[in-house]
């Protein structure tokens, strides 16, 4: 079985169609990044171009080599990433207060270091949570349209 790479494009079978995410890097303590495009399909698309230059729902970790050796998620295509795609991104991450089920400190990562960033604006909402998900819950989050922006933290 072949090795999952770098630009890769992963098929997602939804309830609501079919999502496709590119395998865009491998980190050595939370393994491999993906980013869940958009845009859903009723049938796989003969080309992957337009969709690896759109929207991006979400970028999360995801054990991307043992979905594949598994068989839960195929690789379909490969496809250079898109300039926009091609850093690192900055997570955010925080802790919950058990009672108020909010964060009111949040922190910041960059693949290396870590800052404390106190509260953060609407436009921070929209960098990925520093989350790991695995099969279902990758699958139920594009069912449900999510976003980091809109998640209740």
């Not at 003969?46 to 839960?72: M, Q, W």
């Not at 436009?123 to 980091?148: F, H, T, Y």
Request: charged letters at 25%.
């Amino acid at each position: 079985m072949k090795k999952p790479k770098i630009g890769d494009l992963l098929e997602i079978p939804t309830a609501k169609g079919l999502a496709y995410a590119q395998y865009t890097h491998q980190h050595h303590k939370y393994g491999g990044l993906i980013r869940v495009f958009d845009t859903l399909f009723q049938q796989r698309p003969e080309d992957f171009s337009s969709l690896v230059n759109g929207p991006v729902r979400f970028t999360t970790f995801f054990p991307v080599k043992a979905a594949v050796n598994r068989g839960i998620f195929k690789v379909v295509a490969h496809h250079d990433i898109a300039a926009r795609n091609r850093p690192f991104p900055i997570f955010r991450n925080g802790i919950a207060d058990p009672k108020t089920k909010k964060v009111a400190v949040w922190w910041f990562w960059d693949g290396e270091k870590e800052w404390e960033v106190g509260k953060i604006t609407a436009e921070q909402r929209k960098l990925p949570l520093l989350e790991g998900w695995n099969d279902a819950m990758l699958v139920l989050r594009i069912e449900e349209g999510w976003r980091p922006e809109t998640d209740s933290e």
